[in-house]
């Protein structure tokens, strides 16, 4: 079993939907937790951490779910510059310095 | 705005020879990674270093070592490059503190063909 897992995708949506991701983490004792976003031939970048509490960044919102170790992203009202990657990301330890990723979502976003 | 900065944007090398990878960071991090990035794989951690001259393995360090003299530099070095390591080699870098709210930030990657 992967240590973080998450539905590769595509998912092909048209503007303005909403759209949600999940991925599963298997390392109970998992610290922190984010989303990141790459674009097509570019480096990943920081979209979002996730709190225990759940956040909410503009159209964004993250969940965490430690109980059941699920993390989900939800996008509202779609745009076509979402479209990108969505990559899972798992923090084992408490100094930043042992990330786990997963191997990401495909988002298009059509007109 | 802080950098993370990849000496080598499109790199083509020969089977055997030996390859350098250079990464520097100008945010005064502590720990420093190299990955690789392959469809359908994700990232895997090669080796990283929390601090100048240590070192640590990661998933996949065969045929790879590394090299950190410097706080802001880390380096990785294909020994004798094969064609199963053409890949993107993403290099990051993380602070010990706010860990919670900046993850890692990533250098815009060296994408490698083994030849």
């Known amino acids: 079993r992967k240590e973080v897992e998450q539905d590769p995708g595509p998912f092909n949506v048209p503007e303005g939907a909403t759209v949600a991701f999940n991925c599963t983490y298997s390392?109970?004792?998992?610290?922190?937790f984010f989303w990141y976003r790459q674009d097509c031939r570019k480096e990943p970048k920081l979209l979002m951490s996730v709190y225990s509490s759940g956040n909410e960044d503009g159209r964004f919102t993250a969940q965490l779910n430690r109980a059941s170790q699920y993390i989900s992203l939800l996008i509202r009202d779609s745009k076509l510059s979402d479209s990108a990657t969505y990559l899972c990301v798992v923090n084992y330890r408490d100094n930043n310095n042992d990330m786990r990723f997963g191997a990401g979502t495909r988002l298009t976003v059509k007109p | 705005d802080v950098k993370v900065t990849q000496s080598s944007r499109y790199l083509v090398k020969r089977t055997g020879e030996k390859v350098f990878l250079e990464c520097v960071q100008d945010?005064?991090?502590?720990?420093m990674f190299w990955y690789r990035q392959d469809p359908g794989l994700g990232l895997r951690l090669i080796y990283f270093?929390?601090?100048?001259?240590?070192?640590e393995k990661g998933d996949i360090p065969e045929g790879y070592s590394v090299s950190r003299e410097k706080k802001e530099r880390f380096s990785l070095i294909l020994e004798s490059a094969s064609t199963n390591q053409t890949s993107m080699y993403l290099c990051a870098s993380s602070s010990n503190r706010d860990r919670e709210n900046y993850g890692y930030t990533f250098g815009s990657g060296t994408r490698l063909t083994v030849v």
């Open positions: 945010m005064d991090h502590e720990n």
């Open positions: 390392n109970s004792a998992s610290q922190s």
């Open positions: 270093s929390y601090d100048v001259k240590m070192k």
